[in-house]
């Protein structure tokens, strides 16, 4: 399959690792949007959020959980965003969470 993020994961294309277990990649977003911008993927190939079984969203949650919680990230905070299809930005078509912090994050009301 031609999917950019499953090259990733397969170490075909390089990408700055931050962390993995047996079923989630996580690595640094090539074109940040804050300070830290993380990209939390499935081992397995989805489409998209609405796509993916609720037990392996649950699998990518656990680790931004892990993650943010040993990065100290929580303390501070962090956001969670996921894009579906056009209206919502998607532009790789492998399920994916951005996990932004690292700073005071603007929209949605701050
Ligand atoms: P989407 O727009 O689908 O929600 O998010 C895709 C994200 O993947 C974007 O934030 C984009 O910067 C990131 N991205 C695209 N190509 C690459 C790449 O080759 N390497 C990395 N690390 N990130 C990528
Ligand atoms: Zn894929």
Redesign the pocket.
């Known amino acids: 399959m031609d999917c ?2 499953c090259k ?1 994961i397969a170490g075909e ?1 390089p ?2 690792k931050v962390f993995e277990n047996d079923k989630v990649y996580a ?7 804050a300070k830290d ?1 993380y ?1 939390f993927v499935s081992k397995t190939h989805t489409k998209n959020v609405n796509e993916t079984p609720t037990e392996l969203i649950s699998d990518i949650y656990f680790g931004i959980k892990e993650f943010t919680q040993d990065k100290n990230l929580e303390s501070s905070g962090f956001r969670v ?3 579906v299809n056009q209206h ?6 492998h399920t ?1 969470f ?1 996990v932004l912090g690292g700073e005071q994050l603007k929209g949605f009301g701050s």
Not at 27 to 33: A, L, N, T
């Open positions: 950019l993020f990733i294309i990408s700055k690595f640094e977003d090539i074109s940040p949007m911008h990209l965003v996921t894009n919502g930005g998607q532009t790789i078509f994916h951005h």
